[in-house]
């Protein structure tokens, strides 16, 4: 059975430094697209970043320089590390299994990230 | 960047048929997704390539995608059904991904 289970949320300040973890299980990370949506409170959802089977990443502008999405093979892990935070980074971080032009088919419960002082 | 339109919001009585427009500039030439999303639940793909539709996911659930828009289309609804909907494309010109807005489905 396919299972990501996301962590790392948690409440950090403005400019501060946190990151997100993704355990998969059921399937092999680095063979498939892999991705990172956040939904800020209330809101919809907003593509943040995505690393290909090629190891190639990509960023939507808005945290472009900031975050860096990786994955640690022998962990089977998804990783998204996220340095100088804004008010507008608060949302829940769901990591899903595709990216690119292929469909989001398994997605992660969810982890809330707050920034406020 | 690549834009796409969806209405906030589309009511329908139990076992009529519902329809969640998804606009774009050519969208037809793209491949377009479709995500459900209940409250406080993670996003489910309901339609994935056009009018493809994953294991599990009732036959109600059918899309199509031609010329500027791309719609889902839920047959019989049910009060189940009530939830947001998103649809989602790939823009191959900078390799991102957008979302549309998202669509709240009422069931009356």
């Known amino acids: 059975e396919v299972q990501l289970v996301e962590s790392g949320g948690g409440l950090v300040q403005p400019g501060g430094s946190l990151r997100l973890s993704c355990a998969a299980s059921?399937?092999?990370?680095?063979?498939?697209?892999m991705t990172w949506v956040r939904q800020p409170p209330g809101k919809g959802l907003e593509w943040v970043s995505v690393i290909y089977k090629s190891g190639s990443t990509f960023y939507a502008d808005s945290v472009k320089g900031r975050f860096t999405i990786s994955r640690h093979n022998s962990k089977n892990t998804l990783y998204l590390q996220m340095n100088s935070l804004r008010a507008e980074d608060t949302a829940v971080y769901y990591c899903a299994r595709g990216g690119a032009g292929t469909a989001n088919d398994n997605w992660g419960q969810g982890t809330l990230v707050t920034v406020s002082s | 960047s690549y834009v796409l339109t969806q209405p906030p919001s589309v009511s329908v009585a139990p076992g009529k048929t519902a329809r969640i427009a998804c606009g774009g500039y050519n969208i037809g030439r793209k491949s377009v997704h479709w995500y459900q999303q209940k409250p406080g639940q993670a996003p489910v793909v309901v339609v994935y390539d056009d009018s493809d539709r994953p294991s599990g996911i009732p036959e109600r659930f059918s899309g199509s995608n031609s010329g500027n828009t791309a719609t889902l289309t839920i047959s019989w609804v049910e009060a189940g059904d009530e939830a947001d909907y998103y649809c989602?494309?790939?823009?191959?010109?900078?390799?991102?991904?957008?979302f549309g807005g998202g669509t709240k489905l009422t069931v009356l």
């Open positions: 989602q494309v790939w823009d191959s010109s900078n390799y991102h991904v957008v």
């Open positions: 059921g399937f092999t990370v680095s063979n498939n697209f």
